[in-house]
């Protein structure tokens, strides 16, 4: 009988400079052709986690990108990735620099929203078993899941990946004002479904409004703490045990095959333009090039789908509130208060050396955290800026935070985008059982329902890192504040 080998990676070398105690830089002097310095925001115990994948090598090969501003970034939730860690930034010149798909991911606009109401958890405990219920029947949810009453044609499908949040809207899932609350406006422009493959469009016909699998979670949450009760309430939050509901999910299988199509082009890129980069994985090709611009408009087309995706989830979140209370959702006040993106490039400008600067910035893992003013932001939360969602591993809290002025200037307006991983989902899985974690979140008064039990062996909390220290440190960094920590009452696992 064989016996199967366990490999542990050292930890990495690479050099840290400490800036102050949550702050790190990797010197550009480190290795030949890093173009700018590195720069890690962690405390120490995150630092640990960091250090035991490649996740600082990634940093190091980010900052060879051609057309690179002031340093590449790993952010406090940041572990490894495709090319870019999870949890990285870079700004790249909107001229002279590049795009890179290794720089946004596969799940393209893989993002979070945040639906808030007027209702209390004592309202409702009492029928939130059959709410549950309701949420997971109506939700398709796990790996190739659809709803087989909601149907696109062909024709359909180009229309939503044009126009986004609003298409979907029209077709009656959804409230008018629900598109002004989301990133973009639950819209990217540039979209152009004639440069996304036959093959991605065919995988993305049958997959709107699904949750899909993986980290990918609906939960029924709590207000539980208040670190900032003027913002709270700009927000619509004005007490502990108030009901919220938080959707994370992406772009599916649409979004998967679009970056794969796209790796393939950039290899061949990387060759035609002459480009050197330390990783195959950053393969990436001149943001004025032909390939760059039809990856940004076949991209755009993948971000439209996830919003409009988590469009259709939250119509139907609200349709199982009126099934289970048997009043309308409006009764509840259950509006969207906003839905942010976390792997994606666009083109945003920033001041680089006291300069208004177009960049193609890209937020791998990462939320945008815009500040107070910026226009960019909804008109009610323009005095406060942009809500920030951090969502925490399956039982563990999440965070709703707000943007700063200082993000504006240290990690082009970047933040975490959620606790990250510890473990991989094969360890998980040989470490935890389903059952087992199921019984523990209900033990809590955390009513779960999976699609399967391996997920939720898979997505256990401790496989994550603590999200209250993730969040703690982007609050004491000052890239986005905390405003109210959230908990779950209960769980919808793909």
């Known amino acids: 009988m064989s016996r199967r080998r366990s490999f542990h990676r050292p930890p990495s070398d690479v050099p840290l400079e400490q800036i102050d105690e949550y702050s790190w830089r990797i010197p550009q002097s480190y290795k030949p052709g890093m173009r700018v310095p590195g720069r890690v ?39 490894e990735g495709y090319g870019f860690p999870i949890g990285g ?26 639906l808030i109401s007027n209702l209390t ?5 009492p029928k939130l078993a059959g709410l549950t219920n309701a949420v997971f029947t109506n939700v398709p949810c796990g790996l190739g899941s659809r709803r087989k009453d909601f149907h696109l044609s ?14 979907v809207i029209r077709r009656g899932l959804g409230w008018p004002e629900d598109a002004e609350h989301c990133e973009e406006n639950g819209c990217m422009e540039v979209a152009n479904p004639a440069k996304v493959s036959p093959t991605a469009k065919k995988r993305g016909l049958t997959q709107v409004g699904t949750l899909g699998s993986g980290n990918h979670f609906l939960e029924i949450q709590k207000a539980d703490k208040i670190y900032d009760p003027q913002v709270a309430k700009t927000f619509g939050i004005t007490h502990t045990g108030q009901v919220t509901v938080m959707i994370h999910c992406g772009s599916r299988g649409f979004g998967h095959q679009v970056c794969s199509d796209y790796l393939r082009v950039m290899e061949r890129a990387v060759q035609k333009y002459r480009i050197a980069v330390p990783d195959r994985e950053l393969a990436c090709a001149p943001g004025n090039s032909d390939e760059a611009e039809d990856y940004h408009q076949a991209m755009a ?8 995706n988590r469009q259709a989830i939250m119509h139907w979140v609200r349709q199982s509130f009126e099934e289970t209370f048997k009043r309308p959702a409006q009764d509840f006040d259950l509006h969207l208060l906003y839905d942010v993106a976390h792997n994606i490039a666009k083109v945003e400008e920033h001041s680089i050396d006291g300069k208004r600067t177009k960049v193609w910035i ?15 932001v909804p008109k009610e939360y323009r005095s406060v800026g942009q809500p920030v969602l951090i969502p925490g591993s399956m039982g563990t809290a999440s ?13 082009f307006g970047s933040t975490a985008h959620g606790a990250g991983r510890m473990m991989s989902r094969t360890a998980a899985k040989r470490r935890f059982w389903g059952g ?24 256990a909390d401790l496989a994550y890192k603590d999200v209250d220290r993730v969040a703690k440190v982007s609050d004491k960094v000052g890239i986005a504040t905390r405003v109210v920590r959230l908990v779950p009452i209960a769980v919808v696992k793909g």
């Not at 190091?60 to 002031?70: E, F, Q, R, S, T």
């Not at 620099?97 to 596969?106: A, D, H, K, L, T």
């Not at 958890?121 to 405990?125: L, T, Y």
């Not at 893992?365 to 226009?375: I, N, V």
Request: contains cysteine.
């Open 41 to 79: 925001f962690a405390d120490e115990d995150l630092l640990k986690k960091i250090r035991s994948d490649r996740t600082l090598d990634q940093c190091v090969n980010v900052a060879h990108l051609p057309g690179i501003y002031k340093h590449a970034i790993t952010l406090p939730d940041g572990h």
């Open 89 to 114: 930034v870079a700004a790249t010149d909107y001229e002279e620099g590049v795009i890179s798909p290794g720089g946004v991911g596969y799940d393209i606009n893989c993002g979070v929203r945040l």
């Open 121 to 125: 958890e004592a309202d409702i405990r």
């Open 154 to 167: 062909p024709h359909e499908l180009d229309q939503l990946l044009t126009e986004g949040v609003s298409w």
């Open 301 to 308: 087309c993948a971000v439209n789908y996830a919003f409009s």
């Open 362 to 376: 890209h937020r791998k893992g990462a939320t945008r955290s815009f500040g107070p003013q910026r226009s960019e």
């Open 399 to 411: 965070y709703l935070m707000v943007g700063t002025s200082k993000a504006m200037e240290v990690s």
């Open 436 to 459: 087992d974690v199921k019984n523990a979140l209900e033990k809590r008064g955390i009513i779960v329902r999976a699609a399967s039990p391996v997920v939720l062996a898979e997505e």
